[in-house]
């Protein structure tokens, strides 16, 4: 097989959140006398940085709006997301038969470090991952840097390691670190918006192992 390891993007490509990042997003809205969104809005333009979403939707951004409006996202996100979100389907599985390929995991995720840890123990793939690579911000800030530090320190060729991943982000970092990228369509991006990379695209974990089969 071409590739050695996967580098996990952790959000809408493991964990199934877009729906409830909309939710959050939407009671931040209302608070604010604003008009909800669609998920098919959502997906359609959210992106990183995310200051620049948060500008689309109308948010005053100065710097301490945003911070406020980043601390209030994540204070609802997280009272909700370890009763209410789940793993996308057969994502144990999925995890174990590629495993099973000869092929070792780790995540890099734009989640800060402690909500990664705790999310990858509390849905139970904890034994899945070599290292959990999250950010020391709430502001989904600093995933080419800590992708560059993280390549750095694997014991493989870039050439070697797929980044996995459900948004145009994704794709920047695989570039910036060097590794060929698969993207999810089941994710934060619409399967339009990741089709401009050119990129090979999948629908669902299923699919992927199919793909990496075929390597």
Known sequence: ????????????????????????????????????????????????????????????????????????????????????????????????????????????????????DAGIVHYGIREHFTGLVGTDNIYAEGKVARGLHWIEQLPWKPEEVVMIGDTLHDFEVAEAIGTDCILMAHGHHTPERLAATGKRIVHSLRELVEVLGEE
Not at 77 to 89: I, N, V
């Open 1 to 116: 097989m071409q590739y050695k390891h996967v580098i996990w993007d952790w959000n809408g490509t493991l964990l199934n959140d877009t729906w409830l990042c909309v939710e959050v997003l939407n009671g931040l809205l209302a608070r604010r006398g604003r008009a909800p969104i669609s998920e098919d809005v959502y997906r359609e333009n959210f992106g990183f940085p995310v200051i620049h979403f948060y500008e689309y939707l109308g948010f005053d951004t100065d710097v301490d709006s945003f911070d406020q409006v980043s601390r209030e996202f994540i204070g609802d996100y997280e009272a909700r997301w370890f009763d209410e979100c789940a793993l996308h389907r057969d994502a144990h599985e999925v995890l174990t038969a590629m495993s099973g390929l000869g092929l070792t995991h780790s995540v890099l995720s734009a989640a800060k470090q402690e909500a990664l």
